[in-house]
């Protein structure tokens, strides 16, 4: 198993961990780091904003039963998720404060579930104690990883 890669990009030799992965590739990784990818999809983004909203409004649109399966698969995880026990007015103000935070800062925030409902190897629950108000990139770059937002450090 490869352990180090060189960034194509930066010109640097980096973990393996530092590279996506992609199973198209011989070593089974990306040939730019993680950081290189990100300033290279924040710098496009950047450029074509318009046409990137543009595009996802009409997607969105045009698939709108991908979007409306994703949410139920969603919804019912959640919903097995959920045990009797569930504090759902300390669940539902955890929402609220997460819409307050938004307004104010001005910057869109999500409630995360610390441990992911469907994770790969672990599964969490709906609870009060399992979620974190975090800001909206940071949740949806995480994934369904477990940890990245409760320990205040920036996903890899």
């Known amino acids: 198993m490869i352990t180090e890669k060189h960034c194509h990009n930066c010109q640097t ?13 011989k070593d089974g990784l990306q040939t730019q780091c993680k950081p290189c990818m990100k300033s290279r999809n924040d710098s496009w ?9 543009e595009y996802m409004r009409k ?10 399966n994703r949410d139920a ?16 007015e300390q669940i539902e103000r955890i929402y609220k404060l997460r ?11 999500h409630v995360d579930h610390i441990i ?4 790969e190897s672990i599964c969490g629950l709906h609870v009060e104690s399992n979620l974190a108000v975090v800001p909206a990139r940071m949740n949806l770059s995480k994934g369904n990883s477990f940890g990245a937002s409760n320990n205040n450090q920036e996903p890899t």
Not at 13 to 25: H, L, Q, Y
């Open 73 to 88: 698969r969603r919804r019912a995880a959640e919903l097995k998720a959920t045990p009797s026990w569930a504090n759902l």
């Open 99 to 109: 819409k307050k935070v938004s307004d104010k800062t001005g910057v869109e925030h």
């Open 116 to 119: 992911p409902l469907q994770g």
């Open 59 to 68: 997607h969105s649109k045009e698939n709108r039963w991908i979007y409306n």
């Open 45 to 53: 983004y950047a450029k074509n904003t318009e046409y990137h909203n």
């Open 13 to 25: 030799t980096k973990p393996a961990s530092k590279f996506f992965r992609n199973k198209t590739r």
